[in-house]
T-cell receptor, first 112, second 114 residues
């Protein structure tokens, strides 16, 4: 398995609170991605990064922001969590845009 | 917009039955194609991938997939399933013109009865 960890693995939070999820890799891959997984939707891309401090939006980026200050870390922040953001969040990494992505173990987030 | 469609949402098979899961995509340009598997409670793992060359690709655990460009399809097959194949299967596509963004299908849940 690729060296990807996510923290926390489970979190319950209240509506309106800020939440930050962390993805850490030991593979030195340039590209990092955040997805959310919801029943019937597969995985949908939230944001991705193509280098330190270089990020871009995915298809479901509203309500989320990201930061990447180091190659190995990619943070996803929910500025003010809503119940619609209850989901399982996966981080992924890849060496380039034209090869496979490797996924982390996921974070289950519940917003009450 | 580019999309990926998996026609079977839930498939139930008995052990030793043959499996075929459908995947169709909408993009007409050059694409890379993937099948991922997610076992219960686990993260996604790559089953197989197609970039170019022989359209019949073999992956791990006896799975294979065939790329048919004229049909925009990349169906997953296994001749004889096992109980341990119970999982959710995702087809995914990225294209050279989309900056490598992976577009996933909705997933197919496979249940194999012992």
């Amino acid at each position: 398995d690729a060296g990807i960890t996510q923290s926390p693995r489970h979190k319950v939070t209240e509506t309106g609170t800020p939440v930050t999820l962390r993805c850490h890799q030991t593979e030195n891959h340039r590209y990092m991605y955040w997805y959310r997984q919801d029943p019937g939707h597969g995985l949908r891309l939230i944001h991705y990064s193509y280098g330190v401090k270089d990020t871009d939006k995915g298809e479901v980026s509203d309500g989320y922001s990201v930061s990447r200050s180091k190659t190995e870390d990619f943070l996803l922040t929910l500025e003010s969590a809503t119940s619609s953001q209850t989901s399982v969040y996966f981080c992924a990494i890849s060496e380039s845009t034209q090869v496979e992505q490797y996924f982390g173990p996921g974070t289950r987030l519940t917003v009450t | 917009a580019q999309s990926v469609s998996q026609h079977n949402h839930h498939v139930i098979l008995s052990e030793a039955a043959s499996l075929e899961l459908g995947c169709n995509y909408s993009y007409g340009g050059t694409v890379n194609l993937f099948w991922y598997v997610q076992y219960p409670g686990q993260h996604l793992q790559l089953l197989l991938k197609y970039f170019s060359g022989d359209p019949l690709v073999k992956g791990i655990k006896g799975f294979e997939a065939e790329f048919i460009k004229s049909k925009f399809s990349f169906n997953l097959r296994k001749p004889s399933v096992q109980w341990s194949d119970t999982a959710e299967y995702f087809c995914a596509v990225n294209s050279y013109n989309q900056g490598g963004k992976l577009i996933f299908g909705q997933g197919t849940e496979l249940s194999v009865k012992p």
